[in-house]
């Protein structure tokens, strides 16, 4: 039978925790190891990704055949993708079978690169984290994904579809008096936001700066503007001192929500029903990637 045949399949098991890291060439966000039969790897964690996608090199690792061609519209300008399904993923119990995944080389037409350590195997984007209730835990750089059917939530924040119907997912953002809407975006280092929306004043500029993100190889010179806030409040807390950037968007994209918020928050996310719980933490250093370390992740062919 060809792989991608079959709709995407989850057969859930016990909860599993999985470790974050950082790679050299990217020390801020957060990967996760993964075993795949040319060695281990990483993925980059990325809600802000509506389609997970795979590195060209580990698709003709695995052998897998590649389809079609789809234009994808990124920060930073466009990239052609082509597309797979894999055979089968694994999050400790959890197995998971043909998973469709987009395919190209990251290193050109994004902002990941391979670290000396090793290979970036792909990003796992929200169209896989979805289907399960995802823990992430700043203070032990941990993630741990359980079945939605068995993980109720409790007190929950509302998260909002994009533009009423996508599948990336918006989390209300109290500054100035305004409320904003950014999307949970777990690839982006620091938050971005339309600044009109909220008449946030510029309190600095940096001319020509280098911004990479899907898109353009290479990335894209800009002049970045930015915004200190005193405080924000996010799911009922306060977080004090933080500096936003401004980014230059139509009237119904308010921006990426990124790591320097979600990182403050233990946070728990039922990303299919769309509710989320978050209490406020003290984030613990972000370990390095040590290939070979303990990891319940694997990707077969």
Known sequence: MVAGCHPFHVRYGAPVSLPLVGVSTDESRWYLPVETPQGQQVLFFDTG????????????GLGLPVRGRTRIRGEVGSAVARRTW???????????????????????????????EGAVAGVLGIDVLRRFVLEIDPTTATITLSDPRTRPLGTTERLRPEGGF?????????LGGHTLRPVLDT?????????????LQVTQVQPSVLV????????????????????VRVAGATLHDLV?????????????LGLDVIGQ????????????ALFPV????????RPGQPTAAAIGG
């Not at 990704?49 to 003709?60: E, I, S």
């Not at 996508?166 to 109290?174: A, D, I, S, W």
């Open 86 to 116: 894999l055979p089968s993923v694994q999050f400790g119990e959890h197995q998971l079978r043909d998973v469709p995944c987009q395919v190209r080389d990251l290193g050109s037409t994004s902002s990941i690169e391979d670290p000396a």
């Open 282 to 289: 003290v984030p613990a250093a972000l370990p390095a990637w």
């Open 166 to 174: 996508g599948p990336r997912l918006l989390l209300k953002l109290e």
């Open 212 to 231: 990479r993100g899907t898109g353009a190889p290479g990335g894209e010179l800009r002049d970045l503007q930015y915004f200190h806030l005193d405080e």
């Open 244 to 256: 936003f950037i401004d980014r230059d968007r139509p009237w119904w994209s308010d921006g990426l």
């Open 187 to 199: 690839g982006a280092d620091q938050t971005w936001v339309r600044g009109a929306a909220a008449d």
């Open 265 to 276: 928050f233990h946070g728990v996310y039922d990303l299919s029903r769309r509710r989320c």
């Open 49 to 60: 990704y509506a389609r997970t996608t795979c590195d060209d090199q580990l698709v003709a």
